[in-house]
């Protein structure tokens, strides 16, 4: 149900903006966040955001490069990643949390979407 895209191969430097849709329309009311996983290691806390989209939270590594927004009218949530860099690499996922917020602790989303693609080369 929920489905990310806007995935692909760029250069360092470049920017893409993902998209997580909830084609059930239900996750208005609950936090959501974007994972990344590369090869060879562990899913990592990338963003998140919660039900209203008035707080934000990023990974160190990512702070002030993505930004994390939401359309509640749309079932979307967005991340915008400008000044990409090739350690960026890896599959995007995104997830709706168990309750309104949003942090960084994988057990607390309850569902998973399938990852979109993101290759930065140098």
């Known amino acids: 149900q929920l489905q990310a895209s806007g995935g692909g191969s760029v250069q360092a430097g470049d920017s893409l903006r993902l998209s997580c849709v909830d084609s059930r329309r239900t996750f208005s009311n609950n936090g959501v966040g974007w994972f990344r996983q590369a090869p060879g290691k562990e899913r990592e806390f990338v963003a998140s955001?919660?039900?209203?989209?008035?707080?934000?939270y990023y990974q160190d590594s990512v702070q002030g490069r993505f930004t994390i927004s939401r359309d509640n009218a749309k079932s979307t949530v967005y991340l915008q990643m400008n000044s990409l860099k090739p350690e960026d690499t890896a599959v995007y996922l995104c997830a709706v949390s168990r309750s309104p917020y949003a942090g960084r602790d994988l057990t607390n989303y309850q569902y998973w979407g399938q990852g979109t693609l993101v290759t930065v080369s140098s």
């Open positions: 955001i919660n039900w209203r989209g008035g707080s934000t």
